[in-house]
T-cell receptor, first 116, second 115 residues
Framework: AQKVTQAQTEISVVEKEDVTLDCVYE???????LFWYKQPPSGELVFLIR??????QNEISGRYSWNFQKSTSSFNFTITASQVVDSAVYFC?????????????FGTGTRLTVIP | GAGVSQSPSNKVTEKGKDVELRCDPI?????LYWYRQSLGQGLEFLIY????????KSGLPSDRFSAERTGGSVSTLTIQRTQQEDSAVYLC?????????????FGPGTRLTVT
């Protein structure tokens, strides 16, 4: 079963628009971590945020914000006032603590294109 | 400081040949991970090391795949008798320790093409 679902395969927005990338996860663990990574055209995965399952506070970092809702098993990512440099593939990932593992289960990614 | 490095950046090989992919983790990181990114399968976990030990090899796609890590640092992923379905980008990541408390830092990947 897919542990992380990113239903949006591709999104295009015009520069300065806000955009939200959806992530829905599935786990039986009570303790887990959620992540977002960015993969720009250069190919290297860049860590953006880690959130543990006990911390449902939303987080804001500059133009980026994350909305974690356990009730709906979602961890959505919003970019405010998008810029061309935000164009990339964004991956949501889950790590389950039960197995003692830190292995990341990735979603299939959302390709964001910001049009100037 | 230096990030995770991988070599080669690109590798083209003929079907049936063996290949070795190398990963140099960030200095001081005890945990090391291999992932594979392909069009059909997305990003999938292959194997991790804590120190030189690889407790979980269940992510390796077949017995043609093996990995080792020596001195708690460099790791090599070996694919024997390569097949066309092995074509993918192989990503290495490292973290301070093998717990979810630490984020993983990824290398640039090795693009493997099997002809």
């Amino acid at each position: 079963a897919q542990k992380v679902t990113q239903a949006q395969t591709e999104i295009s927005v015009v520069e300065k628009e806000d955009v939200t990338l959806d992530c829905v996860y599935e786990t039986r663990d009570t303790t887990y971590y959620l992540f977002w990574y960015k993969q720009p055209p250069s190919g290297e995965l860049v860590f953006l945020i880690r959130r543990n399952s006990f911390d449902e506070q939303n987080e804001i970092s500059g133009r980026y914000s994350w909305n974690f809702q356990k009730s709906t098993s979602s961890f959505n990512f919003t970019i405010t006032a998008s810029q061309v440099v935000d164009s990339a593939v964004y991956f949501c990932a889950l790590s389950e603590v039960r197995t003692g593992a830190n292995n990341l289960f990735f979603g299939t990614g959302t390709r964001l294109t910001v049009i100037p | 400081g230096a990030g995770v490095s991988q070599s080669p950046s690109n590798k083209v090989t003929e079907k049936g040949k063996d290949v070795e992919l190398r990963c140099d983790p960030i200095s001081g990181h005890t945990a090391l991970y291999w992932y594979r990114q392909s069009l059909g399968q997305g990003l999938e976990f292959l194997i991790y090391f804590q120190g030189n030990s690889a407790p979980d090899k269940s992510g390796l796609p077949s017995d043609r795949f093996s990995a080792e890590r020596t001195g708690g640092s460099v790791s090599t992923l070996t694919i024997q008798r390569t097949q066309q379905e092995d074509s993918a980008v192989y990503l290495c990541a490292s973290s301070l320790a093998h717990t979810s408390s630490y984020e993983q830092y990824f290398g640039p990947g090795t693009r493997l093409t099997v002809t």
